[in-house]
């Protein structure tokens, strides 16, 4: 008789520790999506809204950090003008850009910094 309140009381201890491992690795699950994958998302939506929202003679950053003008927009593709000559016009993917600033943002953030 002994031998069976035992048995039981063991199969109790492993079902409650099974349990309580289980929603321990479920706190880290959601701990690391919390603190890794969803910045990460909203990031990468802040950077489609932002290439979404070109327009021609917009200044763009490359990723490779050279500064220039947009002068053509197609689906995935940019054509950006560089250089003070302007006869220097380069194709590149939308996801080569790092930066954008409006023509009026430019002048407006100079004109804060003067005061």
């Known amino acids: 008789m002994n031998f069976l309140l035992l048995t039981a009381d063991a199969s109790s201890d492993a079902t ?9 690795y ?3 699950i959601f701990a690391l999506w919390f603190f890794f994958m969803r910045p990460q998302k909203k990031e990468q939506k802040k950077t489609q809204e932002m ?3 070109l327009e021609n003679g917009d200044i763009v950053c490359t990723t ?3 500064y220039g003008t947009i002068i053509d927009i ?10 003070n000559n302007r006869n220097c016009r380069i ?3 939308k996801s080569a850009i790092a ?10 953030s100079d004109s804060d910094s003067k005061k």
């Open 99 to 108: 930066k954008v600033e409006k023509p009026g943002q430019a002048s407006s």
């Open 51 to 53: 290439l979404s929202t």
């Open 64 to 66: 490779s950090g050279f």
């Open 91 to 93: 194709p590149m993917e």
């Open 26 to 28: 479920g706190v880290l």
């Open 16 to 24: 409650g520790s099974i349990l309580s491992m289980v929603l321990i």
């Open 74 to 83: 197609q689906d995935d593709m940019v054509i950006v003008e560089f250089g």
